[in-house]
């Protein structure tokens, strides 16, 4: 079975740098390019950031999951929170001209680029984001 | 994150490093930017050059502060817009925002009198 890395969190901020050291460390001895690397830090801290903000609502009682897998092609990332989940169909294009000048809401576009795969799902007692990334698309 | 200002002449240029991902950067950011135009600052310059990569608060850094510099009556500009960034400048439409330039030299001279 594929090998797994836990790290649980309260929903703070500032513990962004200890989640992106976590799996920085942890995919370390994995065939990524340095890009790809980037690419993962990028989509881990935006998937933590909306757990942390828009699942939790910054409550520093509920806490954020974040499971790394590594499976043949490459690695899957799991990011719980305990909210009440979206939709993500439903976001607004921040690429809209009405929305270009907005300070937000570009978090999700910015993970479907640069990951392979995104889903949304339900977990017991909140909303889970799972992300893939493969060594080879 | 870490930041880092010195003036050019009646520039200001702020230098962003490591990792711009949210959390505490955002203000930061604004703070440092905030004395600059307190100090009658209208010309910023944010080298991003030694930045490893950003996310998408860190975009939402730089709009608020082109938005807080614009309404100061003064302009911003990007400088050393690392590739990544440029990609992720790319994706967002952001590029339509923005005055970016590949070195802070170039970025100080396009400023207009
Ligand atoms: N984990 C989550 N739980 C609930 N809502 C979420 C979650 N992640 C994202 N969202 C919703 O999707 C929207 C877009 O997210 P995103 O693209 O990251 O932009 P931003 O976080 O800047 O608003 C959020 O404003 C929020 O409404
Ligand atoms: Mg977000």
Do not use: C
Not at chain 1, 15 to 42: C, N, S, Y
Not at chain 1, 45 to 50: C, F, G, K, P, R
Not at chain 2, 68 to 89: F, P, W
Request: net charge negative; charged share 30%.
């Amino acid at each position: 079975m594929s090998e797994h890395a836990k790290l649980v969190i309260p929903s703070d901020p500032a513990k962004l740098v200890d989640v992106d050291a976590f799996a920085e460390h942890w995919i370390g001895d994995m065939p990524f390019t340095d890009d790809q690397r980037d690419d993962i830090a990028i989509s881990l801290s935006e998937a933590v950031n909306n757990a942390i903000q828009h699942g939790n609502a910054n409550d520093a009682r509920k806490r954020v999951t974040v499971v790394l897998r590594r499976f043949e092609d490459g690695l899957r990332i799991e990011v719980t929170d305990e909210g009440n989940g979206f939709d993500p169909d439903a976001v607004a294009d921040p690429t809209d001209p009405e929305n270009l000048l907005s300070e937000s809401g570009r978090g999700l576009l910015i993970i479907r680029h640069l990951m392979d795969e995104v889903h949304v799902r339900p977990a017991d007692g909140g909303t889970r984001v799972e992300l893939i990334k493969r060594y080879h698309d | 994150m870490k930041l880092r200002s010195e003036r050019h002449g009646e520039v200001a240029v702020m230098e962003l490093r490591g990792k711009v991902m949210g959390g505490p950067d955002s203000t930061v950011f604004r703070d440092e930017l905030k004395k600059q135009l307190d100090d009658g600052i209208k010309k910023v310059v944010i080298d991003l050059g030694r930045v490893d990569w950003m996310n998408s608060s860190g975009l939402g850094i730089l709009i608020g502060g082109l938005t807080t510099v614009k309404n100061a009556g003064g302009e911003m500009k990007l400088a050393r817009t690392t590739d990544k960034i440029k990609s992720l400048l790319m994706i967002t439409k952001l590029v339509q925002v923005f005055d970016t330039f590949d070195s802070v030299e170039g970025a100080i001279a396009s400023f207009s009198e």
